[in-house]
């Protein structure tokens, strides 16, 4: 595994791998231990200006290959990733500090979201419309926008850059990705080179690992990239919609979330207590889908609050590597402190900790607080992390009125004994995903994934991935001859 980090701690453009030209370096550290994994050389705005213009150059031709032919490459780099399967498992348990079980969860979703990529290369069509000019014939082509920018996340970032770079492939553009500056492998060069092996054409994938503080806006002005892919927070998406709109480039924006998960009064308990458990909690709350919010109807509340505490209290806290631990360590101390505060400040407004984890280094033990007053800042803003806020109300009217009171729309559940009183409920819900009888962090390859209000803007899955990376083409042809004024 070890070997991973060394020969991936490099800038992956035009089909070389090279060390960057900027003048300090991105330490790679695990984070549960603070092992230094790898050393990269950041990359500067020239290297940012070469990696896109590789992907153009090569885009031009990769857009003229069969689609059929295309499909092979996915084919391959979903073998590349079976094969390599626990090789990969252990480099995210390593610099992204998942689980065991959060590793196999990612993997799994990847390896799906692969095997879509490969019916993408198909999924564009054309269409004929009819004219009213007499002779005239209208073709609609969908075609690649070309050039695609790619930011993801820290969190689930093997998932998450392969969700845009390789539909974004798939359907004929070329792509630069820039991973997080905490996990430049799993998000960044390991994703490239699992599409060198796969065969993918050089110079259509190309990753620069750098920080803002050296390349500014540089990434997102850039005038290649027609379509901007970025995962992570609301702040920094509104900054990357703003520029890329002055630009003229479409965005797609996957943000934060406050999400609730609800229990109503004819809930099974037991069940909803251990959807809100792993919606709260798994990959230590770094989610964005996670249940911030667990609003419970005041007839349950009792049951329900005593068994939620009591689950919680048996969650592992430790080693991400040992199969028994569910809550390994946030990314890193700055996100540690973060979370700490929180939870003081919780305090400090009123709340009641029914569980108080500790903080030893990045390990963030799970929190459970209740009795936070209700105009608290706190109830409005993602917190991400092992801290799950309990909250009580009355009837049905009540819980949409608190799941709406926040400036996210991310996703939901709701836990109900009658499924249509659910789908009710969900239909209330200003969100752009919500469940019911199940729990608040899902994704599937084919169903458009996505949020209202401050969560983002676009969605990813299926025909939206479609129109997402392609636009529309407009040739006319006339049989006869046009008539002219003049």
């Known amino acids: 595994m070890s070997s991973y ?32 994994l790898a050393s990269i050389t950041i990359a500067t705005v020239d290297e940012v200006d070469e990696a896109y213009r590789a992907a153009r150059d090569a885009q031009r031709e990769w857009a003229d290959v069969n689609a059929y032919a295309r499909r092979a490459v996915f084919e391959k780099a979903l073998r590349v990733v079976e094969e390599r399967e626990q090789e990969i498992a252990e480099v995210i348990i390593a610099e992204l500090g998942g689980t065991r079980l959060k590793a196999g969860f990612e993997l799994h979703l990847a390896k ?19 004219s009213p000019v007499e002779g005239k014939e209208n073709r ?55 599409f060198e092996e796969a065969g993918l054409p050089a110079g259509l994938l190309n990753v620069v690992v750098t920080d803002i503080a050296e390349i500014g806006d540089a990434f997102v002005e850039h005038p290649i990239p027609k379509v901007i892919s970025f995962t992570g927070s609301d702040k920094v998406g509104r900054h990357v919609a703003t520029v890329a709109a002055s630009h003229f480039k479409r965005v797609v924006l996957e943000l934060g979330g406050n999400s609730a998960l609800v229990v109503l009064d004819d809930a099974d308990v037991d069940y909803a207590v ?14 964005c889908m996670a249940a911030n919010r667990v609003l ?16 919680v209290k048996a969650l592992k806290t430790g080693d991400p590597r040992d199969p028994g631990t569910v809550i390994g360590p946030v990314i890193n101390s700055s996100q540690a402190d973060a979370l700490t505060a929180v939870v003081d400040q919780a305090i400090a407004q009123g709340a009641t900790a029914l569980v108080r984890g500790t903080t030893t280094d990045n390990l963030v033990g799970p929190s459970v607080l209740t009795g936070l007053p209700a105009d608290s800042p706190l109830l409005q803003q993602e917190i991400f992390g092992p801290i ?21 729309g991310l996703s939901g559940a709701v836990h109900t004994g009658d499924v249509e009183r659910g789908v009710r409920f969900a239909q209330r819900i200003d969100t752009g995903m919500f469940h019911v009888n199940d729990g608040t962090v ?3 390859p084919i169903v458009p994934f996505g949020g209202e209000k401050q969560s983002g803007l676009g969605r990813l899955g299926g025909e ?11 040739i006319s042809i006339q049989h006869g001859r046009s008539r002219f004024p003049f």
């Open 140 to 194: 609609l082509y969908r075609v690649p926008v070309g050039v695609v920018g790619v930011i993801s996340p820290f969190n689930f970032p093997f998932l998450l850059s392969l969700k845009s770079v390789a539909p974004a492939l798939a359907l004929g553009n070329g792509v630069v990705l820039k991973p997080h500056e905490d996990t430049p492998v799993t998000g960044g060069t390991l994703v490239a080179k699992i």
């Open 388 to 408: 799950a806020f309990l909250i009580p109300f009355d009837g049905e009217e009540e819980a949409v009125r608190l799941v709406n009171d926040t400036p996210y």
């Open 274 to 287: 251990d959807a809100a458990v792993f919606s709260r909690y798994v990959h230590q709350g770094q989610v």
């Open 5 to 36: 980090f060394t020969d991936l701690a490099q800038q992956y453009i035009g089909g070389e791998w090279r060390p960057g030209t900027g003048s300090w370096d991105i330490i790679d550290f695990d984070p549960y231990d603070g092992e230094k």
């Open 442 to 444: 899902h994704d599937e």
């Open 464 to 474: 939206a991935t479609v129109e997402a990376f392609t636009t529309q083409k407009w």
């Open 112 to 130: 799906e979201f692969l095997r879509e990529s490969i019916q993408l290369a198909l999924r564009p069509e054309g269409r004929i419309i009819p």
């Open 296 to 311: 419970v109807d005041r007839s349950v509340q009792d049951e329900f609050t005593e068994k939620f505490v009591a689950k």
